[in-house]
Every structure is written in C-alpha cells, then in structure tokens.
C-alpha cells in the first residue's frame, strides 16, 4: 500500500464513512450482543472499536502490517473486549466457528489471493455467522488496468466472491451500492443459510 493510502485508511474522516456503512448494513440484521466478531484489514482499529463499543462485541482486529495494529494498540489500549493480531487474511490464525460476524472493508483488493481470504472467512465464521464485504470496483476495463500496475491488486469483480460465497453456503442478506462515479463503492451483508 503507498504512503497516500496508508494515511487515508488511518483517518478518522475516512473510519466515520466506514462506520457508518458498518451501521446501514447492521441496522437490520440481528448482531448477538456479547458475540464475537473479527475485522480483517482493521488498520487504526477505529471500525473494530465501534464494533465492539456498539454492538457489544468481543472483537479482534487483524491487519498483515505490525505498523498498523500498533497504531490501533496505541488508539484502543482502554477497551478489554478489543484486541489486536498481526495476521494473514488468507492463513487465519483462528479455529474453525469462532466468529459470529466478520469484518472486511476494503481490504480484498489488496489481497492477491483474495479467493485463499474468503476461503477463510467461511472457515471462521460460526453456523450462525455473517460475512460484511465492503470493498471497491470499477469498470471492467479500469480494474484490469489497475489489476495490472498494482501487483498487491487481487479483487475486482464481485459476482466471482457472491458466487465462492454461495457455494459454501452464504447466501447475501443486504447489498448496498454501488456508488460512485469512477469507482463505486458497495457492500454485501452474506450470512449462513
């Protein structure tokens, strides 16, 4: 990630359009209060932190760059239900259902392997869990191009992920978006069925 992006993801203006996406999405799906939840990609921990502030719940925030989960060390060390890991989104240090709502703001474009991550998110999430997607795409031609300057680029298309997800048994709740003019914005809200 260059330096531009690293301080846009760690602001706070950037984390309120981020929570409040997290709510919207939220608003009509049951969060278990004193569950636990898992953010991948957390940076600063500001979207970790309302999680668990909010709804309540045990969260643990991972991010791949010990830089970043300092950062949300540092911002977050006063909250006992939050916690943070240096982890690989694609080799999830975490047993099998132990999530009931998983995290992922626009963090999967920066996976190569971004199908090895949504493999992971399917192995973590508890029976009764959700997945929140939140990513960016664009037209066709423009990711391709993308895809290819920025070779840490993996996601682009989001029927492949709607389509891995289904086969394992999510199917989507809520989808918001996409906005935007030249890269739009969405999210999708998948849970168990």
């Known amino acids: 990630m260059n330096r531009f992006a690293r301080i846009m993801m760690n602001s706070r203006v950037h984390a309120r359009s981020r929570i409040r996406l997290v709510d919207n999405i939220l ?56 916690s943070f890991l240096v982890a690989d989104a694609t080799a999830l240090p975490f047993e099998d259902g132990s999530f009931d709502l998983v995290l992922a703001q626009n963090v999967f474009h920066h996976i190569p392997d971004w199908r090895a991550a949504a493999e992971e998110v399917t192995r973590v999430t508890s029976p009764c869990g959700a997945f929140l997607f939140s990513d960016i795409t664009g037209p066709g031609a423009l990711m391709r191009l993308f895809s290819r300057l920025d070779k840490d680029h993996g996601f682009h298309d989001i029927d492949d992920l709607v389509s891995l997800m289904d086969s394992r048994g999510f199917k989507v709740r809520k989808r918001v978006g996409p906005s935007g003019r030249v890269h739009k914005e969405f999210a999708i809200l998948f849970a168990r069925s």
């Open 27 to 82: 608003a009509d799906c049951p969060v278990p209060q004193g569950g636990t939840a898992l953010e991948l990609g957390c940076g600063a921990g500001f979207a970790s932190a309302h999680l668990a502030s909010k709804y309540r719940l045990r969260v643990v925030g991972t991010d791949a760059e010990a830089d970043r989960i300092e950062t949300a060390k540092q911002l977050n060390d006063d909250m006992e239900q939050l």
